[in-house]
C-alpha cells in the first residue's frame, strides 16, 4: 500500500507561484512513476504532469507547459509540482498519483495510477 499526502496548496494571485510537495510512504518510492493532475469544479480529473521513476524524464500538459515543472526528490520520498505565472484557470483541486506499473507512453492516462492523494487546493484570483 502507498499513501501520498499533498500540501501547499492556497490562494495566490494571477501570476503568482506556489510549490506543491507530494510525501509518498508505504513502498519504496523511487519504484513509482509519479503524476500530479487537477480538478477543477464540474470537470472531470485532468494530467498536469509526470515525472518518470529516476527523475530522467517529465511529460507536461499543453496547458502548463513552460510554466509548471515536476521534479522528486527519491531519497525524501517526495515528487514537487512548482507552478508559475498561475493564471485563474490553474484553480483546482490537485492530486498526486503514483504508478509502478504505467509505461510512460500512458502517463497522461488517470486511469493507469494506482494510489492517489487526498489533493490540495489551488485557488488563483484575478
Known amino acids: 500500500q502507498v499513501q501520498l499526502v499533498e500540501s501547499g496548496g492556497g490562494l495566490v494571485q494571477a501570476g503568482g507561484s506556489l510549490r506543491l510537495s507530494c510525501l509518498s510512504s508505504?513502498?519504496?518510492?523511487?519504484?513509482?512513476?509519479m503524476g500530479w493532475f487537477r480538478q477543477a469544479p464540474g470537470t472531470e480529473r485532468e494530467f498536469v504532469a509526470a515525472?518518470?521513476?529516476?527523475?530522467?524524464?517529465?511529460l507536461y500538459a499543453d496547458s502548463v507547459k513552460g510554466r509548471f515543472a515536476i521534479s522528486r526528490d527519491n531519497a525524501k520520498n517526495t515528487v514537487y509540482l512548482s507552478m508559475n505565472s498561475l493564471k485563474p484557470e490553474d484553480t483546482a483541486d490537485y492530486y498526486c498519483a503514483a504508478s509502478a506499473f504505467l509505461t510512460w507512453d500512458r502517463a497522461a492516462e488517470r486511469g493507469r495510477y494506482e494510489y492517489w492523494g487526498q489533493g490540495t487546493q489551488v485557488a488563483i484570483s484575478s
Open positions: 515525472i518518470t521513476r529516476g527523475g530522467g524524464a517529465t
Open positions: 508505504g513502498r519504496i518510492f523511487s519504484r513509482f512513476t
